[in-house]
DNA sequence: CTGAAAGCGCTTACAG
DNA sequence: CTGAAAGCGCTTACAG
């Protein structure tokens, strides 16, 4: 009895042809995957046979015998409602997908709630040896999945910064450098009073990003920089907006780390009166094509999120075939200008 | 030498477990799948000593002589830029994930450009048996995968309306009763003018919609329905809801077929003068975060995409099974009443 | 109720 | 250059 309840075809194997060629099973396995040991004359028919039938190995008993799974692991530890807008993961998927693809590799895809249950699922993916190695994004400062990941000597690749201490290599883009450039650019224009709406303060690149602007600010001259703390909700972006919007020595120019609370505080501006850009310039963290849907369109940090993604599945293959890749930098977020910002109020 | 370089642990195996307990591998395996053929305290033992050494069973052996991959396959055919606005695909896969991890059953993903492509991927994944069944979404009203999948007797759930001819089991919304209760809405606020943007002529759905809305249109004796194709994107969004608002008789009310073209209309209303919804009203065809991040808020129809995932996880498995699981409707789609809709001016 | 054995479809030393 | 065989970690009839 075979697999499913519908009378599953049978599939070719390399017995079937070995029967053909009349040689061993061993010189068929030789001949598929390029090794030395049979003839090119052998190697030839045993490949015209495999693709007149159609063969393709099967990955449960290559995994068996060669242990290695063909896939890797990406698990999404957020809660499904912040999911939706985010377009992040279906580009970054789509560019890992790109590389992963042509190297015969699956991509095992999980979304789970926390941290909690995204070890979990770690631990009992690798126990049953779905994968050969793990995706790791969204990290932070201090992040419980890592000593896991080190404890279980799971390959793995982080998507952010390197982490010293660790032997896990690293696939980040610099951070820093795009917030500076955004301040540069408003200080550039004549704004004196820039604030940032940060995300959530456990995620490291809020950190460095948040980091990055304290020090621009202080760089400018501009006094004791402004910096709130969200969620990266709508409903905080609306708070944050808010807040800083009510206080008399308002900014004229105020940065978000994303595009959700950059368009939250577009509607809060118009609620209060505040003129965008003439009274208050916008400028969005993460560019998206939200950005031009809403009016004024977001001067935005544009990042080549799928470049990302392949990088990413290039250095975990090669993490996973024991070439220790080190860390990657890819291509910092450049300043897509658009109708959100403008010189300050005079 | 086994797999990484990095000097794989060793994972416990049931001979492990058949060592320290005294007893032979058979007997361990029918323990730890609850069959009967070992005394009740054998069984205990056993299953102790398993959860002490942290043993899982390695998909691949379980593969290999069971016959199932313990897998199931997404392939999502759309070119990746159309991706990222579309918060479908992400809650749609955390809600076949909250299904399938309980069967201990992998997702797999990919992201390939067109059918063509769509057809090679499930071809090579099935000749490698990754999964034992797939998903198949965004169905055309000739789909090409579908023979396919009947030629290769992969079991399948198509996430649309269930096809006659074919034995694949469908979950299903009922697009119809949605657009209709929406028509209904408008008529009763006291619009005569109604407009539709349709979506991709070849997607199945769209068809669907367009037939229901058409219907409707006749059915309120409105005169001919006027429908505007398109393919989703905010392009055209714009485009379509620009020749709508040029004619002279343009119409009171327009419905769009997703949630970003309707704020595309949105922008375009605002550009030409006019106001929404005072002198047009809007319906957006998908609830999403956008709806309510733009100005006027879109009413729109909203849909419970995770239960629908649930739903689609559900029969699949069935299906795999060899239950013949039959096709499946779920909830229809609620109309949420926002700020972009209210009764055509006089 | 239990043990010994074959088999799933490959890979890979090891002899010839 | 080629063949015969063991092994990967399970499941499952088949004897006892």
Chains 1, 2 share one sequence.
């Not at 008993?61 to 809660?79: D, E, N």
Request: aromatic share 4%; net charge neutral; charged share 25%.
């Amino acid at each position: 009895m075979l697999g499913n309840g519908r009378g599953a075809v049978k599939r070719p194997t390399i017995a079937e042809i070995a029967a053909r060629a009349g040689v061993s099973i061993g010189a068929v396995s030789y001949a598929l995957n390029g090794r030395p040991g049979v003839s090119a004359e052998t190697r030839r028919l045993i490949l015209d046979i495999a693709d007149e039938i159609g063969w393709r190995p099967s990955v449960a008993a290559r995994s068996l015998s060669g242990s290695r799974a063909h896939s890797v692991g990406l698990i999404i530890a957020r809660p499904a409602d912040t999911l939706g807008v985010e377009p992040f993961f279906m580009r970054f998927i789509a560019g890992l997908e790109r590389e992963l693809s042509g190297r015969r590799t699956g991509l095992l895809l999980q979304v789970v709630e926390d941290h909690r249950a995204a070890i979990e699922a770690m631990r009992l993916c690798w126990a049953e040896r779905r994968v050969d190695g793990m995706v790791v994004t969204d990290l932070w400062t201090q992040d419980a999945r890592i000593p896991v990941l080190e404890e279980l000597k799971i390959p793995a690749v982080l998507v952010g910064r390197p982490r010293p201490g660790t032997g896990l290599p690293a696939v980040w883009t610099d951070d820093a450098a795009a917030v500076v450039s955004a301040v540069d650019y408003l200080v550039a224009l004549g704004h004196r009073r820039i604030a940032r709406v940060a995300g959530l303060p456990a995620l490291e690149h809020t950190r460095v990003r948040v980091a990055a602007f304290r020090e621009a600010v202080l760089g400018h001259g501009l006094g004791e920089p402004r910096v709130v703390q969200t969620d990266y909700t709508w409903e905080e972006g609306m708070r944050a907006t808010r807040a800083l919007l009510s206080r008399r020595d308002r900014p004229t120019a105020i940065m978000f780390d994303n595009d959700v609370m950059a368009t939250a505080a577009l509607n809060v501006a118009q609620e209060m009166g505040v003129s965008v850009p003439d009274e208050l310039s916008i400028v969005a963290g993460d560019d998206s094509q939200l950005c031009v849907m809403v009016r004024p369109a977001l001067t935005a940090l544009a990042w080549d999120i799928q470049a990302y993604g392949v990088h990413t599945a290039r250095v975990l293959l090669e993490e996973i075939d024991g070439r220790s890749p080190g860390s990657r930098q890819v291509g910092t977020a450049g300043l897509v200008v658009r109708s959100s910002t403008t010189a300050p109020p005079v």
